[in-house]
């Protein structure tokens, strides 16, 4: 019985970490558009768009990273319950 409910935990755990990943793998950048101006024409307006485009970017990256860390703390439990559960099964 105790088997049986540490194999239902190990596959609870992998299963949120495979998620968890997959989300993580969802997250796009946005991509950068045209900008209106050159910078030879209107170089504040070119450097602010080009910060916008980079401050997005840098937001889609930190969410993938902590879904990356959230991924990988479920893959450890799941990896320690299975080790768990090989160690009960054999004794």
């Known amino acids: 019985m105790i088997v049986l409910g540490l194999s239902f935990s190990t596959a609870a755990f992998a299963g949120l970490a495979a998620y968890f990943w997959y ?7 946005v991509c950068p558009e045209e900008p209106d101006a050159s910078i030879s024409d209107n170089p504040e307006q070119y450097i602010l768009t080009a910060l916008a485009v980079v401050h997005e970017m840098q937001a ?12 990988a ?9 299975a080790a768990l559960t090989a160690f009960v099964s054999a004794i």
Not at 73 to 81: C, G, I, L, Q, T
């Open 23 to 29: 989300k993580s793998s969802t997250q796009e950048p």
């Open 60 to 71: 889609a990256v930190a969410e993938s990273s902590k879904l990356n860390r959230l991924a």
């Open 73 to 81: 703390k479920w893959s450890a439990w799941a990896a320690a319950f």
